[in-house]
């Protein structure tokens, strides 16, 4: 049965850091690449970070967390990482892990994350 079970959200203060754990279950972990996605409330689901399969594989931002955020993985421990820096009130959202490997992709639940005086 396959499992992503995201952690370490919660409430920080602007300017603040997180860093959001998301254990994999379930399927090859290595094959996967992984990627972090996060919907505000009234907003469409985005992208925010993807790895390809390798541990210090390519990784993707988009424009609005480039430089803040970083993802990793560690193959060994089936589990992916995004450090979130110098967080915004805008970034907060429900924070969701990814995998895809050949055809199938797989959620998990999500994580909080609020950012807030």
């Known amino acids: 049965q396959v499992q992503l079970v995201e952690s370490g959200g919660g409430l920080v203060q602007p300017g603040g850091s997180l860093r959001l754990s998301c254990a994999a279950s379930g399927f090859s972990f290595s094959s996967a690449s992984m990627s972090w996605y996060r919907q505000a409330p009234g907003k469409e689901r985005e992208l925010v970070a993807t790895i390809i399969t390798s541990s210090g594989g390519s990784s993707y931002y988009p424009d609005s967390v480039k430089g803040r955020f970083t993802i990793s993985r560690d193959n060994a421990k089936n589990t992916a990482y995004l450090q979130m820096n110098s967080l915004k009130p805008e970034d907060t959202a429900v924070y969701y892990c990814?995998?895809?490997?050949?055809?199938?992709?797989?959620w998990g639940k999500g994580t909080l994350v609020t950012v807030s005086s």
């Open positions: 990814k995998a895809f490997i050949t055809v199938r992709e797989y």
